[in-house]
Structure formats: structure tokens, C-alpha cells
């Protein structure tokens, strides 16, 4: 009963915000979340709609955009729920097919496209965001409310959720001042024009500005969330250029404890760990989180 009443307070929540205009398409985009999550539990052991619910009720209330609110609704049920994509953009519209696409880490392609196709799930992400920036809009909100549960994760989970959203999100919220109150036109106008200023073209570039303002700012409240002791964490970074360039960074070579170094004309191997009070978090394809105890 408790839990019935947690689910209704925070569809109330929500529902409250949404204006008669949207109502309907709010409702059906609702009902389709809630029937594939049915039976389904948050780590909490609530009822996981309660997750796509709060995730919504952020962006509505900080947006007022139904498609980007029905996208938030909907945004794990292809990943966790065996729905297909397809469904999604039949039943919702090309936007909202998009947007959930776009959240969708478990997919390489896009439903509308052949090209291109993503090994790399955070290039996938940071592409769509490049399209529609209300993908990353929503993936900020789903972050915000997956870290309240954070410490009801595993250690290992922990580690890598902490280390993903300060080098991902953290910046990201920035870039696209998440925390300011301004319009939703006017914040993929801002998006924009940074990245023509950053003369960033494409998600390869976008991710790697991410990184580096990650590993130029050692006080994100992400830092040594998890781990007291920063040494049980080992790395491997197999790129000798990035390598010798994060060393020229004094903060960074203060910090880190090197293990070996290796090379050959072809190839190269650095393994370290950050020290006592230290963590750095980074999830570059070239850097390996290669034991965490």
C-alpha cells in the first residue's frame, strides 16, 4: 500500500505541472511506461516507474516541453523492458523515437538511420545530444536521480557511476547551465554557440573536451565518493601522447603514483594509481580501470 501510495504522489507530482493541452499525450506516454516497468523494482526496492516519474517531473518542471518529458518517461524501456524502438517512434512521434534512442546505451545504430553506428556508447550520447540537446538535457535529469541511490549500489557499480558522472555529467551540467533558469530555446542556443566556439564539430571532440575538464578540476564532489584509500584503484592509459600530456599537468603528476611504464615503436603502456584522498575518474576507451578491490 505504501509503495501504491509513493507511485500516485509522484505521478500527482507531475501530473499537476502538465497543461490540459498535453494531458493526453502525458497520459498515454505514462501508461506505456508504467505497463513495461510493471513488476520491475528500483534498488530501493520501489517500484521503478518511480524513477521515470521524478526523472520527468525534473525536466517538465524545468522546461515545460511535453516531448522531452514523454522521452523521460519512456527512456529505459527499450534498454530494460525488451520494448522495441520502433514502437516508440509509431507510437510517439519521430522526436520522442529520437530522444529515447538517443538515451538508449544498449544500442549501437538509430532506429531512422543506417549511419552512423557507435561502439562507443558516450559518442553515441554525446552525438544525439549534438542533434537535439534535449537528449542530454534528460540524460542529466536520469543521472541526478540515479545518484540519489548511489550508495545502495555495489562497490563496483558505485566506483563507475561516480567516475562517469564526474567526467561526463559533471561538465556537462555546466556546459549547458543546468542549474540556471534559463529557456529551453535558449539553452540549445547557448549549447551551440559554445560549441562553434570550441570549434567542436563532432562527438569525438565534444567527449574529449569533457575528459580534459575533468582532469583539470580535482575538486569535483565526485572525487573519493566511494573510496577513501584512492590506491586500491589501478589504471592503464595506453595513448603515450594523452599520457605525456596529462603529466605536463603539475596537479595531475602530483597526484598520481606510477607503477610501470612500457614501450615499444608501436605501442605503449602506463599503469598507476592515484594517491591516498585521490581519485580521478575518466572512462576514455585508452584508460582501464584494470582492478578495483
Known sequence: MEKLQTISTSFEKLKSLISRKD??????????????????????????????????????????????????????????????????????????????????????????????????????????????????????????????????????KQVRMAFETQAIYQPMIKILHWQLNISLQDTTNTFHKYLSAKHISDEKQFKELLYKQTFQNFTGNMYDYVYNNSSKIIWEINDFKWYHQLCQDKEFARKIQPISLWATNTNFKAIFYFKQGFIIDNIESSIKLVNSL
Open 23 to 156: 494531458k493526453e499525450f502525458f497520459e498515454k506516454a505514462h501508461l506505456f511506461a508504467a505497463k513495461a516497468h510493471e513488476g520491475q523494482k528500483r534498488i530501493t526496492g520501489e517500484p521503478y516507474i518511480i524513477h521515470p516519474l521524478e526523472v520527468a517531473f525534473l525536466v517538465h518542471k524545468k522546461f515545460g516541453d511535453i516531448e522531452m518529458t514523454a522521452a523521460a518517461l519512456l527512456h529505459d524501456v527499450v534498454e530494460d523492458c525488451n520494448v522495441e524502438v520502433e514502437k516508440i517512434y509509431t507510437n510517439f512521434g519521430n522526436t520522442v523515437g529520437f530522444l529515447v534512442d538517443g538515451l538508449t546505451k544498449t544500442r549501437k545504430n538509430f532506429y531512422q538511420k543506417k549511419k552512423p553506428v557507435f561502439e562507443d556508447k558516450i559518442e553515441r550520447l554525446l552525438w544525439a545530444g549534438i542533434q537535439d540537446v534535449r537528449v542530454l538535457l534528460v540524460k542529466i535529469a536520469d543521472r541526478t536521480n540515479n545518484i540519489e541511490t548511489l550508495e545502495k549500489l555495489k562497490d563496483s
